[in-house]
């Protein structure tokens, strides 16, 4: 396959991966709806930072209006990701030296906005778990149709587990093999200790030998056989064995093999490869349909923020 078909398709891939996980959030918030959103991990370099954007994009790309923001004040990576560096920060808006909508920046993807970090910031989990906080985000939840925080990770601070306890919900990326079975152990039950909603569990960087068989399906309709579905659920059981038993996950992602190319400031510059979507056991009624997220900012466009 030519190079440049085959980052297409893995780029496709890691997007219809990320719209599944936007699904799965949607279907465990039909009855309360989940707006607020943090990502979390146990221990760095588990792709946390490129699922949360994303995320983001795959909302944004439903209708709705999004905003994404750098809530990790010690490592933040987003605005270098994005190629966008704003002049003010999430402190800057928490002291009130400026206000949020002048903080915001617009991204090249239609109804997606940034709200970055001040580097250096003292006593992050102080500023994530204030009043002050409290109120930006119920602000930005009226503002906005999802507000999806990238926040440090939680086996090393403290960070994500006090914002965890404003936001609708908490997301633990994993990355199997990477963090001891201890280590997500104790940053689930940190979480939990905290009173934090924690939706479920995201499988990063898993390699899906049965992508092959579902891009051919969906898209030249190629010869594809019961092997590639089989190899599929193959991953979905060893991406699951890495879990702590207590923490009673089912899969309901997709598994995607990407290897992404050099993107556009649009997009992450950096490359990642994996993603498989899981989510607690709480189970979907049949017959429910979804509301269109984006609706109340058709009727209330004044609410959106003039960037």
Aim: glycine residues 6%.
């Amino acid at each position: 396959m030519p190079k440049k078909s085959k980052a297409t398709k893995n780029l496709l891939e890691v997007q219809n991966a990320a719209k599944t996980l936007f699904a799965n959030i949607r279907f465990q918030s039909i009855d309360e709806p989940i707006t607020s959103i943090a990502l979390t991990s146990s221990v760095p370099d588990e792709g946390k930072t490129t699922t949360a954007w994303y995320l983001a994009q795959a909302a944004a790309t439903a209708g709705n209006q999004v905003l994404l923001v750098e809530s990790d004040m010690r490592r933040r990576s987003l605005a270098s990701m994005l190629q966008i560096h704003p002049q003010e920060g999430l402190f800057s808006v928490l002291t009130g030296k400026t206000r949020a909508q002048d903080a915001m920046v617009r991204t090249a993807v239609p109804g997606l906005y940034f709200l970055d970090a001040e580097p250096s910031i003292p006593n992050p989990p102080d500023l994530l778990a204030s009043k002050r906080m409290r109120q930006l985000n119920d602000q930005l939840k009226i503002d906005f149709d999802y507000v999806i925080y990238d926040t440090p990770p939680v086996g090393t601070f403290v960070d994500a587990a006090a914002l965890g306890t404003i936001v609708d919900g908490v997301i633990l990326v994993v990355r199997p093999g990477v963090p001891k079975r201890t280590d997500l152990q104790l940053a689930y039950e940190q979480l939990e200790s905290a009173g934090a909603h924690v939706l479920g569990l995201c499988a990063t960087f898993v390699e899906g030998s049965g992508s092959e068989y579902y891009y051919s399906y969906y898209t030249k309709g190629e010869k594809h056989s019961k092997e590639g579905a089989l190899a599929e659920e193959a991953n979905f059981a060893m991406a699951s064995d890495q879990l702590p038993a207590s923490m009673h996950t089912s899969n309901v992602g997709a598994t995607y093999n990407a290897s992404l190319p050099q993107v556009t400031p649009a997009t992450p510059a950096n490359p990642v490869t994996t993603a498989t979507a899981t989510k607690s056991a709480k189970q979907v009624k049949p017959g429910i349909s979804v509301p269109r997220e984006g609706a109340r900012h058709a009727q209330n466009s004044n609410k959106i923020p003039r960037l």
